[in-house]
Nanobody, 123 residues
Framework: QVQLLESGGGTVEPGESRRLSCAHSGWTFCTQDISWYRQAAGKEREFVASINVDGEGNYADSVKDRFTISQDNAANAVYLQMNNLKPEDTAMYYC?????????????????WGQGTQVTVSS
């Protein structure tokens, strides 16, 4: 069973930092990557950053140079370090695990989401 639990959200002032955590079930043979997405009020959910099992990160242009995605495989956790936060970063942040591949992995192919954690950037 895939379980994802986000934590670390809260209210911060512009320019401050915040670290989000995503506790997951552990990397499996079928796990392709674990990502962070966000959804602001009245807007569509958008990609923020992703990381694969090798620790390679990928970022949206809007957060590149401010956000860093990392992982602690021993703790089954993925983190999103957010620096120099801006009001436009205000959103619900979600963790997503993507599974897929051939053979058995095709049977469990899909995107699995956590419940989200709210980040509000306001002075």
């Amino acid at each position: 069973q895939v379980q994802l639990l986000e934590s670390g959200g809260g209210t911060v002032e512009p320019g401050e930092s915040r670290r989000l955590s995503c506790a997951h079930s552990g990397w499996t043979f079928c796990t392709q990557d674990i990502s962070w997405y966000r959804q602001a009020a009245g807007k569509e959910r958008e990609f923020v950053a992703s990381i694969n099992v090798d620790g390679e990160g990928n970022y949206a242009d809007s957060v590149k140079d401010r956000f860093t995605i990392s992982q602690d495989n021993a703790a089954n956790a993925v983190y999103l370090q957010m620096n120099n936060l801006k009001p436009e970063d205000t959103a619900m942040y979600y963790c997503k695990e993507s599974r897929g591949g051939g053979g058995y992995c095709a049977r469990v192919k899909g995107d699995y989401w956590g419940q989200g954690t709210q980040v509000t950037v306001s002075s």
